[in-house]
C-alpha cells in the first residue's frame, strides 16, 4: 500500500512568490493533516480536513495560507505571498482513526 | 489542554548500550500517546502507541515504552542501541480533546549513535 507523499520535496522561492504544495494521503483515509516545522521548534498543527470539509484550521497562522481539499482526496497548501517567517518543513499526515501516518515532508526556503 | 515536554534536545550513546529518551505529558482526559522516528530526509514514521491498553507498549525496531500515570511520564527506551538508530524522535500526546485527535508534539529528542 501506498504512503502519503508529497510534492515538491524541496522548494525555494523569492519572497512575495506563492507556493502551492501538494498532499496525497493514503486511499481511503478521510482524514488529512497539515503541518509545519519552522526551524529549530516544534511540529505545529495547522489544520485537518474530513474529507473535503475544513474540520479544524485553528492553526493556520494567517490568511496567506489556503488549504483546499477538493474531492476528498489529494490536498493543496498554497501560501501567497510568501514571506521569510514561511521557511520550514511542511508535513502532511492522513488517518481513519487515530494513529496519523505522515509524508516526508515538503522544505520550503523563502529567500 | 495538553502538552508535552521531551526532557533531552540530545541524547549520545555508543553502539550496544541502552538507550532512553523521556517524555513528559499533561493532559485533561485520557491521552493516547505516540513515538515516531524521523530519519534524515525521510518522513515521521510511527514507532509505538498507548492507547489505554497494556502501559508497556512494545513497537517496531526493539523500541518499547511504559505508560506511567503517576509519573506522567512514557519514556522511550531501547536495550541496545544500533547505529541505524541515528535519528530524531518526537514524543505526542492527543486526547481527543474538542472531538478531534489533533495531536501535540514535543521538540524532538536527536539520538546520537557513536561506534
Known amino acids: 500500500e501506498a504512503g502519503v507523499t508529497q510534492f515538491p520535496s524541496h522548494s525555494v522561492i523569492e519572497k512575495g512568490q506563492t507556493v502551492t504544495l501538494r498532499c496525497d494521503p493514503i486511499s481511503g483515509h478521510d482524514n488529512l493533516y497539515w503541518y509545519r516545522r519552522v526551524m529549530g521548534k516544534e511540529i505545529k498543527f495547522l489544520l485537518h480536513?474530513?474529507?473535503?470539509?475544513?474540520?479544524?484550521e485553528s492553526g493556520m497562522p494567517n490568511n496567506r495560507f489556503l488549504a483546499e481539499r477538493t474531492g476528498g482526496t489529494y490536498s493543496t497548501l498554497k501560501v501567497q505571498p510568501a514571506e521569510l517567517e514561511d521557511s520550514g518543513v511542511y508535513f502532511c499526515?492522513?488517518?481513519?482513526?487515530?494513529?496519523?501516518?505522515f509524508g516526508p515532508g515538503t522544505r520550503l526556503l523563502v529567500l | 489542554a495538553q502538552s508535552v515536554t521531551q526532557l533531552d534536545s540530545h541524547v549520545s550513546v555508543s553502539e550496544g548500550t541502552p538507550v532512553l529518551l523521556r517524555c513528559n505529558y499533561s493532559?485533561?482526559?485520557?491521552?493516547?500517546l505516540f513515538w515516531y522516528v524521523q530519519h534524515p530526509n525521510k518522513g515521521l514514521q510511527l514507532l509505538l502507541k498507548y492507547t489505554s491498553a497494556a502501559t508497556l507498549v512494545k513497537g517496531i525496531n526493539g523500541f518499547e515504552a511504559e505508560f506511567k500515570k503517576s509519573e506522567t511520564s512514557f519514556h522511550l527506551t531501547k536495550p541496545s542501541a544500533h547505529m541505524s538508530d541515528a535519528a530524531e524522535y518526537f514524543c505526542?500526546?492527543?486526547?481527543?480533546?474538542?472531538?478531534?485527535?489533533?495531536?501535540?508534539f514535543g521538540r524532538g529528542t536527536s539520538l546520537i549513535v557513536h561506534p
Open positions: 493532559s485533561s482526559y485520557s491521552p493516547s
Open positions: 505526542v500526546v492527543s486526547d481527543n480533546s474538542g472531538g478531534s485527535y489533533i495531536p501535540t
Open positions: 499526515a492522513s488517518s481513519h482513526g487515530e494513529t496519523q501516518y
Open positions: 480536513f474530513v474529507k473535503e470539509s475544513k474540520q479544524d
